[in-house]
């Protein structure tokens, strides 16, 4: 829209404001007031600071009579006015960050209409960066002296990169304290898991519609709708495809005002300068690189113009898509064909967790306690008949059939929603009734499954997936949980050929022996001994393994030279950081290497430990 053609609407607008608000017995007649009555002096004042860039217009009419101002930076002769503000109110006060010269006009309404004055003008004397200091103008403009360009989220293809596409739709009345937390948290960045920092304004009753273009296409074409440009340079300039304006961004109550322009949009512009026509839009979103700006007005449901900054959009690389691949024989495990029935309970000490849509688990999430009803819980899975049961919290029993794709994702009938935590928001639940196999575990001993997690998708506001809440589940046998821990004992010669000990299942804490026997190793030439316990630090970070004996050929060697005893020989972990290791013979380690002799062997070398689950710290490392 044409700065002339929008000063018509204003003007148009102010002359029904203005007559809705005179007395009754005014009627258009004769012109009671002039240009000249209403100059500078004689019927207003300009009053500037310049010390704060403070400029007050304060009217000289009556009270009766109906003001409007309008002011900006002093156009050069012949040029339009470029508007940076407007008021209705009969004392305006405005802080100007730029020096330079301005303008002021007032206007009144007469019984003849609306006059104008002639422009005033005034001056200041120095640039005031304190009133561009918020950090709002840099990600709105980029900052004093730069610029910073918006388009529409959508394209020719229609692809939207950050909400899905151009509009959303709102209840009127909301704003940005509407979507916002006193934190400064967002209600499209917060995530929905954390109590802490969720926002959803349905809650309150404050309904939008996050439509996304691909389901909606009726919202508007596919097409580059062109740029939007604001800058500080010299003044709060923007320009929209080409038509230049003013605006103005009041940092307390997130208004953006435009003058002599509208914002991108596309819609029929028509349309979209009615619903605002004062030239005020509530901005309710903005970050480095995205913004909405809500129309709210009465024309037509309040609705948002979704933007992205041309940089992002220029430099942005989708994201890959990420899937979980499971091996190749996963269905032998989660399916076997000589066991029908399957029964799950959730894992005791760590009953859930995140991950990414990798399948990756993030670390650091924060710890939450899990529900103190957890262990009521159960999921049986019939891989004959396709059917399950799950009883939930209160000992309710919900079930039905399930399939299972190819790449281990279980849909069920229906799923049933329980908090898994303490914190309540976290909870077991899927929207779609699915479940993802993200991982498992096979038992060392038994050669079953003893781990599984199922994963349930998180969405943003937008609908996109963008993590999975896991539920670890154990294997029931018998009824009860049981862990068993597969250990060895390992021997090398200086050739690097091995022998090994059978395997040894820990079951808890306890002593444990190892018995290696010449095998196709060089037993008279010992260079590398070591005993490991898989996946012991996984649920026992704080385990030990204690040296109790080491007998070569019968006699014991522990503590039979200087240096060779339990304190000194060295702990840590495995070629796996689950694995508690011991190396009980170190060639990287000169006062172990000097022990090497002992290890020379012809019937057998035993080895006696103790494991202690728990020692109160990190011993293993």
């Not at 009556?62 to 040029?79: I, T």
């Not at 500080?232 to 080409?242: D, H, P, S």
């Not at 991950?355 to 306690?369: D, H, K, N, P, Y």
Request: glycine share 10%; proline share 4%.
């Amino acid at each position: 829209m044409k700065l002339r053609n929008l000063i018509y609407t204003v003007l148009a607008g102010l002359t029904v404001m203005m007559a809705a608000c005179s007395p009754e017995s005014d009627s258009l007649g004769a012109v009671d007031l002039t240009a000249a009555q209403l100059a500078e002096g004689a019927g207003f004042t300009v009053e500037v600071d310049q010390n704060t860039n403070q400029v007050v217009f304060k009217s000289l009419l009556p009270s009766n009579y109906s003001v409007y101002w309008e002011y900006g930076p002093k156009p050069a002769d012949g040029a339009d006015r470029s508007i940076s503000g407007t008021s209705n109110n009969s004392v305006y006060q405005v802080g100007i960050a730029f020096d330079g010269e301005y303008y002021v006009r007032m206007a009144a309404q007469t019984r003849g209409g609306i006059v104008f004055s002639e422009p005033a003008t005034f001056r200041i004397n120095e640039m005031n960066p304190q009133l561009l200091s918020d950090p709002l103008w840099t990600l709105l403009s980029g900052g004093i002296g730069k610029s910073k360009t918006w388009v529409l989220d959508i394209d020719a293809e229609g692809n939207a990169i950050k909400f899905g596409g151009p509009k959303w739709f709102y209840t009127a009345g909301q704003s940005w304290d509407s979507f916002h937390n006193a934190k400064g948290e967002n209600y499209i960045d917060s995530k929905s898991w954390d109590a802490t920092t969720a926002i959803d304004p349905t809650y309150s009753g404050e309904w939008y519609w996050a439509a996304d273009w691909a389901g909606n296409g009726w919202i508007c074409g596919a097409a580059d709708y062109g740029e939007m440009t604001f800058d500080l340079i010299g003044g709060a300039n923007v320009n929209v495809n080409g038509t230049q304006g003013a605006y103005n961004l009041d940092v307390d109550t997130h208004i953006l005002s435009f003058t002599g322009t509208i914002p991108l949009s596309c819609g029929v512009e028509s349309n979209i300068a009615a619903q605002c026509p004062a030239g005020n839009y509530k901005v309710i979103y903005l970050t480095e690189n995205a913004m909405q700006i809500l129309f709210d007005g009465d024309s037509e449901t309040p609705f948002t113009m979704n933007y992205v900054s041309k940089e992002y959009k220029d430099n942005y690389v989708p994201p890959v898509v990420t899937t979980i691949t499971l091996p190749d024989d996963w269905k032998d495990y989660i399916q076997p064909k000589n066991q029908n029935v399957t029964t799950y309970k959730f894992d005791e000490d760590e009953p859930f967790g995140w991950f990414t849509l990798a399948g990756e688990q993030i670390a650091g999430r924060g710890s939450f306690a899990a529900h103190g009803d957890l262990g009521e819980v159960s999921l049986e899975l019939n891989g004959k008949t396709q059917t399950y049961k799950m009883t939930d919290l209160s000992g309710n029993e919900h079930g039905g059939s399930y399939s299972i794709s190819d790449g281990g994702l279980f849909t069920f009938t229906g799923l049933p929603s329980f908090p898994v935590s303490t914190n309540t928001d976290i909870r077991f639940a899927s929207a779609t009734n699915q479940l993802q196999i993200i991982a498992y575990e096979i038992d060392d001993y038994s050669g079953d499954i003893s781990d599984l997690w199922l994963g349930s998708r998180q969405y943003d506001a937008q609908g996109h997936a963008y993590e999975y809440l896991a539920y670890h589940m154990k294997k029931q046998t018998a009824g009860a949980q049981v862990e068993r821990l597969k250990s060895n004992l390992n021997y090398s010669d200086s050739g690097w050929t091995f022998t090994n000990s059978e395997d040894v299942y820990i079951t808890g804490d306890g002593d444990y022996t190892y018995t290696l026997y010449p095998n196709s190793a060089n037993t008279q030439d010992p260079y590398l001994m070591y005993l490991d316990v898989y996946k012991l630090l996984k649920n026992h970070p704080n385990a030990d393994i204690i040296l109790k004996s080491i007998k070569v050929d019968g006699t014991e060697i522990l503590g039979s030279e200087d240096g060779m005893d339990d304190a000194t020989i060295s702990r840590g972990v495995g070629d796996d950081a689950t694995t508690g290791r011991r190396y009980i013979l170190n060639p990287w380690n000169e006062e172990s290497a000097t022990h090497t002799h002992l290890f020379k062997f012809s019937t057998t070398i035993e080895v006696t430990i103790s494991v202690k689950f728990d020692t109160g710290d990190v011993v293993l490392q």
